[in-house]
């Protein structure tokens, strides 16, 4: 899945630390060289946060944590933040959506780039409303005046 111990515990629904994640995930603690085995709702948060389903664990063996994991997918709604968070882009036209995304994406561009982008949105929403608009050069948008 690519998350870090620590991204993964801050998922879980309980208070769980990248380093009791790191000692359950590798079943013994470093220190002391002793065997960590995770309690049964322990390991059924930790499932849940890393999108594994009560039948895979149960593939495991650990059974009693895969009841518990069943009654949490039973009773608890699934975590929507990451769809409430993209709502917003949802109300905006496509080319709209793609320019917020081009100016997000992981590619390599500089500031001015990105703020060139967002300016352009901007002035064309603003445009859309009927305000002025400020234009990505950063003049002024008004009848009777060219952009230049």
Same mark, same amino acid.
Request: net charge neutral.
């Given at each position: 899945? #690519?998350?870090?111990?620590?991204?993964?515990?801050?998922?879980?629904?309980?208070?769980?630390?990248?380093?009791?994640?790191?000692?359950?995930?590798?079943?013994?603690? #470093?220190?002391?060289?002793?065997?960590?085995?995770?309690?049964?709702?322990?390991?059924?948060?930790?499932?849940?946060?890393?999108?594994?389903?009560?039948?895979?664990?149960? @593939?495991? #063996?650990?059974? @009693?944590?895969?009841?518990?994991?069943?009654?949490?997918?039973? %009773?608890?709604?699934?975590?929507?933040?990451?769809?409430?968070?993209?709502?917003?882009? %949802? @109300?905006?036209?496509?080319?709209?959506?793609?320019?917020?995304?081009? *100016?997000?994406? @992981?590619?390599?561009?500089?500031?001015?780039?990105?703020?060139?982008?967002?300016?352009?949105?901007? *002035?064309?929403?603003?445009? *859309? *409303?009927?305000?002025?608009?400020?234009?990505? %050069?950063?003049?002024?948008?008004?009848?009777?005046?060219?952009?230049?």
């Amino acid at each position: 899945m #690519g998350l870090s111990a620590e991204a993964a515990a801050g998922r879980a629904e309980i208070r769980l630390s990248g380093a009791r994640w790191r000692q359950i995930e590798k079943g013994f603690r #470093g220190d002391s060289q002793s065997v960590v085995t995770a309690p049964h709702a322990t390991l059924a948060h930790m499932a849940r946060a890393v999108g594994i389903t009560s039948d895979r664990l149960a @593939e495991t #063996g650990r059974t @009693e944590a895969a009841d518990i994991l069943r009654e949490m997918e039973r %009773t608890k709604a699934p975590d929507t933040s990451a769809t409430v968070e993209a709502a917003p882009l %949802t @109300e905006l036209k496509d080319w709209q959506q793609q320019i917020i995304l081009n *100016a997000l994406d @992981e590619r390599p561009r500089s500031a001015r780039e990105k703020a060139l982008l967002l300016r352009t949105l901007a *002035a064309q929403i603003e445009a *859309a *409303a009927g305000e002025p608009a400020e234009s990505p %050069t950063g003049r002024h948008n008004e009848p009777g005046r060219s952009a230049s």
